[in-house]
């Protein structure tokens, strides 16, 4: 693909005759080509910020989390293949009833409502049942609302949203629901940002940032609102539309307060194993599990709208004081993180699995650390094993930056 076409990926903008292949192996890797453009994205994100509100749209603790995130939730599909693919393959190969022809517009359209579709009932579903919840609220645990956030992804959701997508797998070629799964993906990367406001009668067809912004506000009138992912069209059809209205405080209801990634991953499946051993009565056991987050004996399946917490206007974000020259060296070794990250996106092929095991453990431990740093710097012990973790293994060859002559840097940095 093209710079142009990776672009205008982002925004659903490659048309039938550009975006149809006949096989999934010829599909290109839309997302990971577009790593680039997030970045300039994220760039222009803040200047327009300055400019119109004499303000940064971001803070560097909670953007180097969902960073940390982001790559996180990538990791195992450096292992393998999707599970999305994997499972959708296997149901088209044995049970599909018949084919719609691959390089169809009408196919390729179809695939998109579909897909669409499929995406708005398992996000609803995300929202209200626990156990989902607890994979999907890592989405939603940012308390800033900007690009950043768009890749504050989970690392479970996807072993669990696999199965909604099954019936497709009857009728439509697995190469072009490669691709829009990919393209419903990206399509909402852009939508998280508040430097955009109103796109006038798009807001009644598409997702937009407007709606979205509700999707992650914590006030009343934005809880389980807007689940679609790039037509807004299925909220306004299933009574889950809500606009824009009283100004939005982003986050979770409870928060998590936390910048450490694996911390954001577990703690709200641990909250559910105390709460199900603590609850009596198997009914409600399973209910803890399979009912709403807010779900509790005697309460409506999605819990009582009473009890979400009222905002005041007053709210300040999770944000620990630390040396600037803290924020200063995260900078600077996550942005080595991100070298060695997208090294090993381009060499896997032909690594050994040691040596991929060994990076994608070195990344984790590198993601792990800096959050631990960003909520207390006396947490440097952590860090300083990780530097001489790095050392070794960047001296016996195991870690390699993309571009050579930046060895040396490295060494000296850590």
């Known amino acids: 693909t093209t710079p142009g076409q990776q672009l205008r990926a982002l925004f659903y903008a490659l048309p039938p005759g550009e975006s149809a292949f006949r096989t999934v192996e010829e599909v290109p890797n839309y997302v990971d080509k577009s790593i680039p453009f997030f970045s300039a994205f994220i760039v222009l994100e803040f200047v327009v910020s300055w400019i119109q509100k004499r303000k940064l749209s971001g803070r560097i603790n909670d953007g180097i989390s969902s960073l940390s995130l982001g790559i996180l939730s990538r990791l195992p ?49 995300s929202h209200e049942v626990n156990i989902v919840w607890a994979a999907h609220q890592v989405h939603h645990s940012s308390e800033d609302y900007n690009l950043f956030t768009a890749l504050r992804q989970s690392v479970l959701q996807k072993y669990t949203s696999w199965i909604f997508n099954l019936p ?81 405080v982003y986050g979770l209801t409870h928060p ?17 194993w105390n709460t199900f051993w603590a609850t009596p009565g198997f009914c409600n056991k399973l209910s803890v599990i399979f009912k709403g987050p807010g779900w509790g004996p005697g309460k409506p ?21 630390v040396p600037a020259y803290l924020n200063c060296y995260a900078v600077v070794h996550f942005a080595v993180v991100m070298d060695l990250y997208t090294e090993l996106l381009g060499t896997v092929t032909v690594l050994s699995q040691g040596t991929i095991l060994l990076r994608i453990g070195f990344i984790i431990l590198s993601l792990t650390s800096f959050g631990l740093l960003m909520e207390n710097p006396k947490a440097g012990i952590l860090e300083i094993i990780r530097c ?3 050392v070794g293994a960047y001296k016996l060859g195991y870690l390699r930056s993309q571009i050579s002559s930046l060895g040396y840097a490295y060494e000296v940095s850590y």
């Open 77 to 125: 599909d450096v292992l393998f293949r999707s599970v999305d693919l994997i499972s959708y393959i296997y149901v088209w190969n044995n049970y599909r009833l018949f084919e719609l022809p691959w390089d169809s517009p009408w196919t390729w359209y179809l695939t998109l409502l579909g897909v669409d579709f499929v995406y708005y009932c398992f996000h609803r579903i």
């Open 168 to 248: 497709m797998a009857l009728f439509i070629p697995p190469s072009v629901f490669a691709v829009h799964l990919q393209f419903n993906l990206l399509y909402q990367f852009w939508i998280h940002t508040e430097v955009i406001t109103n796109l006038g009668p798009l807001e009644w067809i598409l997702n937009t940032p407007s709606h979205h912004r509700v999707h992650h506000g914590r006030n009343r009138y934005c809880i389980d609102k807007n689940y679609g992912g790039t037509l807004i069209i299925w909220d306004r059809i299933f009574g889950t539309f809500e606009a824009e209205d009283a100004k939005v």
């Open 256 to 272: 998590v307060n936390s910048f450490d990634p694996i911390m954001l991953q577990l703690r709200p499946l641990a909250h559910i």
């Open 301 to 321: 399946r999605l819990g009582l709208p009473e009890e979400i917490p009222v905002i005041t206007g007053k709210e300040v974000p999770f944000n620990p004081s």
């Open 388 to 390: 001489f973790v790095f």
